[in-house]
């Protein structure tokens, strides 16, 4: 049945046409402002932790040198804290001192969260930011 329907999709698009019509692997280069746009995302997504900044790393490292340099920069001042918070986090289910950890969960949280407006309106404006304690483990 499914060789069926294939063969009949085969007859329908005649010989010349391309059984698959898509858009080509290589994704065009990111704009100036699109550049500063996901940049200053990457920054902005350490409210999130790690995350927001690793897959924008990912995604657009090879579209724009202004936000692979930038996510990167995110990604190596937010993956420390963020696994920080996740211990902090996973330890607050301890009977006696989980509060504690819930203290310095949310501290570390507000932290980021300071940090990562101040790079992300920085960056914004077109300008690198560099934080002053980052460990950059990711070259």
């Not at 724009?64 to 993956?79: D, I, V």
């Not at 918070?85 to 504690?100: D, E, M, R, S, T």
């Not at 310095?104 to 914004?124: E, K, P, R, Y």
């Amino acid at each position: 049945m499914a060789e069926d329907a294939r063969d009949r999709r085969d007859h329908q698009s005649g010989p010349d046409v391309p059984q698959y019509h898509g858009v080509p692997a290589n994704a065009l280069p990111l704009t100036a402002s699109e550049d500063r746009q996901w940049a200053t995302l990457a920054h902005f997504g350490g409210i999130l932790g790690c995350v927001p900044a690793l897959l924008i790393y990912l995604i657009f490292r090879e579209r724009g040198p202004f936000t692979a340099q930038e996510s990167k920069e995110a990604l190596n001042f937010t993956l420390p804290p963020t696994i920080a918070a996740v211990l902090a986090n996973l330890l607050v289910l301890l009977p006696v001192v989980g509060n504690i950890f819930a203290v310095i969960a949310t501290l570390i949280w507000i932290a980021l969260t300071c940090f990562a407006v101040s790079a992300g309106i920085h960056v914004n404006r077109g300008q690198p930011h560099r934080y002053q304690f980052n460990l950059r483990w990711i070259k």
